[in-house]
């Protein structure tokens, strides 16, 4: 095929964007893995007409870039509104297994996506904890993991942890020591808690490190990254986002604009 005929396909595939024009220089310049792996070397005179394509369109790679940005802005937005819809009409399905305390009905639910190492996490724990000793009655709080593994060392370590006090129902026992707890997080700390909640240590620490620790906190990550959220805390509360070390007022207005 003749090096025109590849740039005018390339071209009717905008959508695909950068990821597109990357793959195929690649393969033309030498960084596949085919050529890693001893393939049969490129001829320099394809190499340099596909790097001179470039050159002389560096708007259609512009476009492509663009293209690609808006449909996966497009598609970030598709799943957050449906993520938000079903929140409202099926709330026992945006919960799931995650651990959940107060108001049964859960006809409104409060959404935590957090991090235990995370400082403004444990500001916007103590605010949480207000708001629900207010409105247990009336407000479903369930629990997302979303640890920042990138910047937190002891966050991952610390989810597996909560999620092994959760098999034996003290989850929110040990969230609330956690947050408490936070500069002092660690596999001390990890154990000291589980014995002052008289758990039984030996099925803890089985827990924690079993397979079914990471599949439950990964599907949580994966939630939180469809979604888009890049931070922590995140809130949705019946489809309402709010993120950050949120004060007790904001929540309050928050709550009273649902009934509205």
């Not at 001829?43 to 690609?68: C, F, G, H, M, T």
């Amino acid at each position: 095929m003749k090096i025109s005929s590849i740039w005018r396909k390339l071209r009717h595939q905008q959508a695909l964007g950068f990821s597109v024009l990357l793959a195929v220089c690649l393969v033309f310049i030498g960084c596949s893995p085919a050529q890693s792996a001893g393939g049969n070397p490129v001829d320099p005179k394809l190499k340099e007409q596909v790097l001179q394509i470039i050159r002389e369109n560096p708007q259609a790679i512009l476009e492509s870039v663009q293209a690609y940005q808006q449909q996966q802005q497009e598609s970030l937005k598709a799943a957050q509104q449906s993520f938000l819809q079903e929140m409202k009409t099926t709330p026992k399905s945006a919960i799931g297994d995650s651990p959940s305390t107060g108001a049964a009905s859960q006809q409104i639910v409060l959404l935590e996506f957090s991090d235990f190492q995370c400082p403004f996490c444990a500001r916007a724990h103590d605010t949480v904890k207000q708001f629900m000793a207010k409105h247990q009655d009336k407000v479903t709080l369930a629990y997302k993991h979303f640890p920042l593994t990138s910047i937190h060392p002891q966050a991952l370590p610390a989810a597996k942890a909560a999620w092994a006090a959760q098999q034996q129902g003290k989850f929110w026992e040990y969230y609330n020591a956690l947050f408490e707890g936070q500069k002092q997080l660690g596999e001390e700390l990890y154990g000291s808690i589980a014995q002052k909640l008289n758990l039984k240590v030996d099925k803890f620490n089985s827990d924690r490190n079993s397979p079914a620790a990471e599949a439950a906190i990964g599907k949580d990550v994966q939630l939180a990254q469809k979604l888009g959220i890049e931070g922590t805390p995140f809130f949705i509360m019946n489809g309402k986002t709010f993120s950050g070390a949120i004060e007790l007022a904001e929540m309050e207005s928050i709550l009273a604009s649902l009934s509205k």
